[in-house]
């Protein structure tokens, strides 16, 4: 970025910062410091770093990632917009088969059906993958997104396709 696009971009953050609602600016430090965190390796996609999802294996080799519900993923009626709830499943599912794949290879997903059951309300949606099939060229997993009272929100099982990974 040259001089005269930071020069532009500081000029948008000042006139942005002149009148903002308290949402907005909870919301704009969320994303700065997940930037930051970005920039420092705790994630390694920016909307990792956006969502400040958190994410751990499990004993059973079950995977979880877990989600905090604020206004970036919220759609019109301030419920988890439906796409950012099949991003989470994917993301969950979508590990787990990579996780236990070798590193010179990767997963991409082939197929996902998604069942919403509720709206995902509250302070964070929790979703847990497990992997039902491992072959060489697929594998298929199923995934569950629980709301903070442990009800379930949505589940979907994927079918992931096994390639080299690019040099």
Partial sequence: MNQMDQNQLRLKLNTFLENPSEEELTLLSTILDGFEKKRKGDFETYLEAMTHIERRNLDNG??????????LIENPLRMVHGGMTATLLDTAMGTIVNQSIPADSAALTAEM??????PGIGKFLRCVASLSHRGKQLCVTEGKVYDENEKLVAMATGTFFI????H
Wanted: hydrophobic letters at 35%.
């Fill in 113 to 118: 059906n998604v069942h919403y059951v509720k």
């Fill in 163 to 166: 390639i080299r990974r690019p």
């Fill in 62 to 71: 079950d995977y979880e990632i877990v989600l905090p519900i604020q206004p």
